[in-house]
């Protein structure tokens, strides 16, 4: 059997090109990442953010030649997150759909939260600035995940609603939406009033027992 040279196994970019340039790409998509959570879209610069791992912004620019480039990387990056969001609120919450519905809620929260490529990807997507057709994706990443187990939580559990599931969740896209950006708000909106909201809103959508329903996922979330 052809095995190849074992002292190419050591460098794993040359056995594999492209292996080198994505990690650099993962390295300068976090930095911007970060610069645009840091700074803004509009104040955040290309060649702040190369300098900072050590490049230079030709670079960078090889990556992503414009901002345009860079944004519509970090709402991709972000948007691909969705998948696992859903697959961890469906595993917490086999049984019960409409708790693994507000599993994801607290898992699109905790990715903003940890997650500086999906905390830019909010940003711009709350940015006037920016397109709207450039970040759209990112809401319809946000309302897939948590209309699979919305809709299941009604034709399979029965779940009453007061409104049809579309209008159920961009409700709760709206909800979450508001959540994230009144966050650094620390002084007036915290994790109390989140909670209360979350209730308030599941009540408002005609979900019954909605306070055992987010107390059960709570614990589940601090386990």
């Known amino acids: 059997m052809i095995t190849g040279d074992s002292r190419l196994a050591r460098y794993p970019e040359a056995m594999n090109p492209g292996a080198a340039a994505d990690a650099t790409r993962a390295k300068l998509l976090v930095a ?3 610069e645009i959570v840091a700074r803004g879209y509009t104040a955040a610069s290309l060649s702040r953010t190369a300098e900072r791992i050590g490049l230079t912004k030709g670079a960078f620019s090889r990556h992503f030649p414009t901002k345009d480039d860079l944004v519509e990387a970090i709402i991709a990056e972000a948007v691909r997150r969705g998948p696992g969001i859903l697959r961890a609120a469906q595993d917490a919450f086999p049984a019960s759909s409409i708790r ?3 599993f994801a809620i607290g898992g699109i929260s905790a990715a903003w939260r940890t997650d500086p ?3 830019a990807a909010v940003l ?7 397109d709207a057709r450039r970040v759209v994706p990112l809401r319809r990443m946000v309302a897939d995940v948590l209309r699979a187990p919305l809709t299941a939580a009604v034709r399979e559990e029965g779940c009453p609603l007061v409104c049809p599931v579309e209008e159920a969740v961009q409700f709760l896209v709206v909800l979450l939406t508001g959540f ?6 620390t002084e007036d909106f915290g994790p ?8 308030a809103a599941l ?3 005609g ?7 987010v107390a059960d996922v709570i614990r589940r979330l601090g386990a």
Not at 180 to 185: K, V
Not at 207 to 213: A, L, N, T
């Open 32 to 34: 911007a990442a970060e």
């Open 100 to 102: 693994a519905c507000i």
């Open 117 to 119: 490529v999906f905390a």
């Open 124 to 130: 711009l997507a709350q940015d006037p600035a920016i």
């Open 180 to 185: 994230l950006s009144s966050a650094r708000f």
């Open 192 to 199: 109390q009033r989140e909670l209360l909201f979350v209730q």
């Open 203 to 205: 009540t408002g959508i």
């Open 207 to 213: 979900i019954p027992d909605s306070g055992e329903v």
